[in-house]
């Protein structure tokens, strides 16, 4: 039997893979190594700045173009994104949502700003997303459909929307969510922030079902602040386009809004910095793929601990890497992560679980066993594109 890699061992191996030129050594820093300069500069003279703009329109194409679905919508942040695409969905005051505990803050806060309740469900080891089986037994247990509608029986409410989460890049199992989903007529929403890029099924995130993207600045490109909504439905999109944009009725000058809207609109600048940031994309996945296997190589020397590897039949972008440890005591975390950074490698915990939080403690949850457990045991390491270009 063997013991766990201890913090010191940990810490060399990071040094192996990323060197020792850059300290600090940082979880994700952009790169801005194509036009962005040039793209900003020209939005600056030509006095587009704001929110149209020929950036903002290319960038729209672009982000569908890459995902290969037909429409895209890009917001100010990914936050405001998901309210907006739950909001066209037609999701509201005393509607639930399923969503995993295990995200990033954010997830939960958009469903509670569409008036909605976040319903916390389990995740599954092998993709840290959503975990179908546990879902499905659970949905049979609590829920009900009656008139196409799937009720919770427990509190009574409808539940709307299943949002799947693709943490740190690794797509979830989406085929087996999706057929949960029609299962009990539930709309899909994929909280696709951390994962431009991947694919499961060979089919890129985005393409089949309505999914959301960030770009702030620790995703794996950057508008500096901003979001995107994509999806396939042509009325879908009039609908978002149209919440984002105060609900103003397109007129050469006349200011007529037929409902109470948001101004989502991602500004013409940020849409440059995006468009040059797209066209790097491909090879920055490339360049992260490559440190990912590193990290791998190194790491398997390591006893104890495992670097996460892309679920079968998807391909990562691996956005952020990430440490598995196989058991860990309750202080392996707070040991490990405090020798990292007494050496500046500013390695960060997974999220600490939504429905532990104070204003979500109370929130419909089904049994999160895994959630639990995976908190304890996941550190991301460091993850910058400059690191894995050596590597290409
Ligand atoms: C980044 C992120 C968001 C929110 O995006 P912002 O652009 O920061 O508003 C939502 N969910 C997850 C899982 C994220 O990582």
């Given at each position: 039997m063997t013991s766990t890699a201890t913090p010191s061992d940990i810490l060399a191996a990071i040094k192996a893979v990323c060197g020792d030129e850059k300290s600090p050594l940082v979880l994700h820093e952009p790169l801005f190594s194509g036009n962005e300069g040039d793209y900003v500069k020209s939005c600056i003279d030509d006095g587009?700045?704001?929110?149209?703009?020929a950036f903002v329109d290319r960038f729209e194409k672009d982000i569908a173009a890459f995902c290969g679905a037909p429409h895209a919508v890009v917001t100010v942040n990914g936050t405001c994104a998901i309210h907006a695409a739950l909001t066209a969905l037609g999701?509201?005051?005393g509607d639930e949502v399923l969503i995993p505990s295990l995200s990033f803050v954010a997830t939960a806060n958009a469903v509670v700003h569409a008036g909605a309740i976040p319903h916390f469900v389990d995740v599954e080891?092998?993709?840290?997303?959503?975990d179908p089986r546990a879902l499905n037994a659970y949905l049979k247990e609590i829920a009900v459909i009656k008139d196409g509608q799937t009720i919770n029986k427990t509190t009574n409410r409808p539940i709307k929307v299943l949002m799947p989460v693709h943490v740190f890049g690794h797509p979830c199992q989406m085929d087996k969510l999706a057929q949960i989903a029609q299962e009990w007529n539930l709309s899909i929403v994929e909280d696709a922030t951390e994962a431009l890029g991947s694919t499961a099924q060979q089919t890129p995130v985005g393409k089949n079902h309505m999914a959301v993207f960030s770009f702030n600045?620790?995703?794996?490109?950057?508008?500096g602040g901003g979001g995107a909504i994509v999806t396939q439905d042509e009325q879908l999109h009039h609908r978002i386009k149209h919440l984002t944009t105060t609900a103003k009725q397109p007129h050469k000058w006349a200011f007529y809004h037929d409902e109470v809207a948001f101004n989502y609109r991602m500004p013409n600048l940020n849409a440059a910095l995006g468009c040059a940031q797209l066209e790097k994309l491909p090879e920055y996945i490339t360049a992260k793929r490559a440190l990912a296997k590193k990290y791998i190589d190194i790491f398997s020397k390591l006893s104890g601990v495992t670097i996460m590897q892309e679920p079968e039949n998807t391909r990562s972008n691996y956005w952020l890497v990430t440490l598995l440890a196989d058991t860990a005591t309750d202080t392996w975390l707070e040991e490990t992560l405090t020798h990292l950074h007494e050496h500046k490698v500013f390695c960060r915990p997974i999220?600490?679980?939504?429905?532990?939080?104070p204003m979500y403690s109370k929130n419909p949850s089904a049994p999160l066993p895994r959630t639990t457990d995976l908190a304890k045991r996941i550190i991301n390491l460091p993850s910058s594109v400059c690191l894995g270009q050596k590597y290409v």
């Open positions: 587009w700045v704001s929110s149209v703009g999701v509201g005051a080891e092998i993709s840290l997303g959503i600045g620790n995703k794996i490109i950057t508008t999220w600490q679980p939504i429905h532990t939080l």
